[in-house]
Each structure stands twice: as C-alpha cells, then as structure tokens.
C-alpha cells in the first residue's frame, strides 16, 4: 500500500515516493536551464541557479498552484538582458525586487482573475508556441561551440543517445510506473556514457555549477527618483510577463490534473519569490511550463515535488557539482524534445474545421508572435485584444428588430441582440421616425443594454422622435439604465416585476 502524508495542504494527499522521485527529475531538468538563461541575460550562471532554487522553494510552499514548478525563465532573461548590460547586476537584482511588490499588489487586487478573459484559442497558440520554442532550443545542443552543426561520429553519437532517451521515456511507462521514466532515461544514458566512456556533451561543457549557499544581498544602487525611473520600466515588464507565463501554466496544469489553482494566491507567491530571488543573488524568474509538465507527468500533485527539487538543486551546486557536470546533455535534450513534443496541443489542429476562422486566424498568430519574438506576454496580449475586436464585430451584427403595429395603434419595436458601442449604427439604421405613428414602443425584453454608448442611443433616438412631436415608450430596463436615461420619467414604462436587474457597464459610482 502507498504512504500517504499531508504537507502545507491537509486536503492533498501526497505520495511520497512520486513526490520525491519526481522532484530529482525536475532538479536534474532545471539545472541547464537555469545555466543557458542566465547566459542569455548575460549574467553568471550562479545567479540563474540561485533564481532557480528561490522561485521553486517559494512559490512550492506558498502557491496557488500546487505541482507547478518554478524557475529562471527565458521570458524574464529576455527582458533584463539589456538592462544587465547598460547597469550591471545590481539593477537587474532590484528590479527583480520591485516585479516582485508589483506582483504581489496584483494578487491583493485580485487581478488574477483576469486570466479568464484569455480565450482558449489564445491558450492554444500560446501553447504551441512555447512547444516549438522548447524544441527549437534543444537544436543548439547539435552544434559545436562555434555555432556549426555537429557532423560524423559526434553527430551519431549524441542522436543515438537522444533517441534513446525518449525512447525510455515513451516506453517504460508502458512496462512500469514504479519509477518515473524521465529520471529512469537520465540514468540510464549517465550510466552508458559513463561505462562505455563516451565522449558527449555534458552539463559542465555550458559552466560549472558550483557555488555556495545564495547570498543575502541588498542591492547596491542609488536610492533616487533616477534610479526608480531605469529600473521601473523593466520591472513592470517582468512582473507581466511572469504572472502572465505563470497564470496560463496553471491554466494548463489545471486541464491535465482535472483540478483548479487559485490565481490570486499563486500571483502573490510569484511575487514574495521575485522579491526573495532578487536579495538572494538570483535573476528573478516565474513559472516553467517544461518542467512542470516534467512533474506532472511524473504523477506528482502536491507540493512536496517542488520543494524536493528546489531543495535538490541547492544540493546539486553545494556539494553535487562535480558529479551533475558529468550528466549528459543528450539525457536533458530527450527529455525537453518528449516535454515539447507532449505540451503541443495537437488538437488544435482537428479543431481547424470546427473553429471559426477569425478563431484559427488568432492561434496561428499568438503562435507565430510566440515563436519568432519570444514575447509571450505580447503574443497573448495580442491575442486576447484581437479576440475582443472579432467578438465586438460579431455581435454588433447581431441586433434584431422585430417590428408590429398594436391594437392601440402604436408601433412596437421589439428588439434581440446586444445594443452596445459596436451596434449602435445597426440599432439606428432599424427606425422609421418620420413615418412612424405618434407612440413606438421599444422592447428590450430579449436585448440587454451594455455600455455607456448605447445610453447615448437611445437618448438620441428618443430625441429623434421627440422633435417631430412623437413620444417614445421604453420597455424592460434594468434601473442603471433608467437612472442614466435624460428623461426616464417621460419615456420609460415601468414594469416592476419584469425589468431586469443586469448593470450597465459605466464609468459612473
């Protein structure tokens, strides 16, 4: 039978040999990572190792994802590269410090809520963007270091030891789960390099990984308006992209687990750790979608497995160093080529037929954005904005007016669909106001009244009808918009029991 204990979470139940086993694969995994992102920000690799093992820790214990891992991350090195080369380290250490308050203010504000309103053709793209960024990033381990592509022995070499690395990974879960076949792949391809004394790549051919324990640090900069005026702009970028990579990766480990995170709190944990990384010697980072699949694919779900592999990685650079730089980088290269190969959403593209092409248009695009900028803060900004644009010119086709005359003589006019900012014109274009009888009646019992625009509408239609001597009757308003209309009293009917309660989107207290 499995032991079962409970850990930060009395609701979770945690197999503690998953946890942990799960947890080494993950430190294994991050370890490169964090080397090749600290680099690329042009920083010393300590400094992504540290971020690596302060943002695992934090947000393991206080986040609102739990299996989620995270790290040094390519997004966050992509934005303080410049700001490393024109100030120096300590800038980028306070930045990471002040992406982490602004972090922490937007999980107070609850604005992780608003990760909802990321469309799922968005998520898709985002998703297969970030699949082909891991796998491409795997080709440079093909090349030698001056750049050209690896040909005859070392070639054959490092793909014979790729594929069987994720051969391993394919199949051994298909034999037994007793050990997760991620970490089971690295061993075995260690222990062949090692037997048969292999010349491949390995960990330490990118940097040695050794170091203490991160150092308490306060950054060093001046403490002036100047300095906060450098420093901010960076800092509010980092905060968006890390919350945002960070919420759409619990989105996603919330579909494969079938269970749902907390937003909010996990935004206020990304935040104590920039805050933490950034006093602690490390470059600030957010969650890793690649190696948190790693972990959930491993089974792991509970907290233990990102502590154990943040706590890991510590121990690989304190006193493992010697022996992770000899672990091979054909081992790592399988694992993230399977890792991207298993986040793809190779559902969308079945979807193709099914979806609306406005839909398609905007996956393909945050993909693309994702792929060749590497802004995955963009692409879905993008994304969602131009989602929003298609989803306002649909509806504002989408009013209806279905017209009769009464037995009381009066023309009704009882409308369908959204009146809003977008629909207005439509809604203008349905009125006959010279012709019309001397009472028209507009029904809005199968419409709604949305925003501020469409306040405006009707006090214009209704003027319309007023200055050729016609009176205006109003149906099923909700009271925001009988308070906001010129001359309710005159021109709505109020029908207590029917009109609706919904709120018009305004400005106004």
């Not at 054959?156 to 790729?162: D, E, H, I, P, R």
């Not at 792949?185 to 037997?195: N, P, Y």
């Not at 308490?216 to 906060?228: A, C, G």
């Amino acid at each position: 039978m499995k032991k079962y204990f409970n850990l930060f979470d009395l609701t979770q139940k945690v197999d503690y040999k998953t946890e942990v086993l799960s947890g080494l694969t993950v430190a294994l995994a991050l370890v490169p990572e964090a080397v090749a992102f600290a680099m690329i920000a042009g920083l010393s690799p300590l400094t992504g190792l540290y971020a690596a093992f302060m943002m695992g820790l934090v947000t393991s214990v206080l986040g609102g994802r739990p299996g989620m891992i995270s790290g040094a991350t390519g997004a966050v090195a992509v934005v303080i590269v410049a700001l490393a080369k024109s100030h120096g380290i300590e800038y980028v250490f306070a930045t990471v410090v002040l992406a982490g308050i602004i972090q922490v203010s937007a999980g107070f504000l609850r604005l992780g809520k608003l990760i909802r309103l990321v469309p799922h053709p968005v998520i898709f793209g985002f998703v297969n963007g970030l699949a082909i960024i891991i796998f491409m990033s795997q080709l440079d381990q093909f090349k030698d270091p001056s750049g050209a592509w690896l040909t005859g022995h070392s070639l054959f070499v490092l793909l014979g030891l790729v594929l069987l690395t994720m051969f391993i990974i394919w199949g051994l879960p298909k034999v037994t789960k007793v050990i997760p076949a991620s970490l089971a792949a690295i061993l075995t391809i260690f222990g062949i390099v090692t037997f048969f004394a292999i010349d491949t790549k390995t960990v330490g051919d990118m940097a040695s990984i050794q170091g203490g324990f991160p150092p308490f640090h306060i950054p060093e900069i001046p403490l002036t308006f100047e300095t906060l005026k450098v420093i901010f702009p960076y800092a509010a970028i980092v905060a968006g992209v890390g919350l945002i990579e960070s919420l759409l990766t619990l989105n996603i480990v919330d579909e494969i687990t079938e269970t749902r995170g907390r937003g909010n709190k996990e935004a206020i944990a990304q935040g104590i750790a920039n805050m933490m990384s950034g006093v602690f010697s490390g470059m600030g980072g957010c969650a890793m979608i690649g190696q948190s699949l790693i972990n959930v694919s491993n089974g792991a779900r509970a907290r233990l497995s990102g502590i154990v592999a943040s706590v890991m990685l510590l121990i690989f650079v304190m006193f493992g160093s010697g022996l992770i730089e000899k672990v091979p980088m054909a081992a790592l290269t399988g694992l993230m080529i399977m890792v991207s190969i298993g986040t793809f959403e190779w559902a969308s593209f079945r979807t193709f037929k099914r979806m609306p092409n406005s839909d398609i248009f905007v996956m393909v695009m945050v993909t693309l954005v994702t792929v060749f900028l590497h802004n995955l803060a963009l692409a879905v900004i993008l994304g969602v904005i131009i989602s929003a644009l298609v989803f306002a010119w649909d509806n504002a086709t989408r009013i209806r007016a279905r017209k009769r005359i009464g037995d009381n003589g009066a023309k009704y006019y009882e409308m369908y669909g959204p009146l809003f900012f977008g629909s207005t014109a439509v809604f203008n274009s349905k009125f006959d106001v010279l012709n019309d009888p001397e009472n028209v009646v507009i029904d809005f019992k199968e419409s709604r009244v949305v925003d501020m625009s469409a306040i405006e509408t009707l006090n214009k239609i209704t003027e319309r009808y007023h200055k050729v001597g016609k009176k205006v009757h109003l149906k099923h308003l909700s009271k925001d918009c009988r308070r906001l209309l010129q001359n309710a009293d005159d021109i709505i009917d109020v029908n207590v029991i029917e009109d609706p309660t919904y709120k018009v989107v305004t400005d106004q207290v």
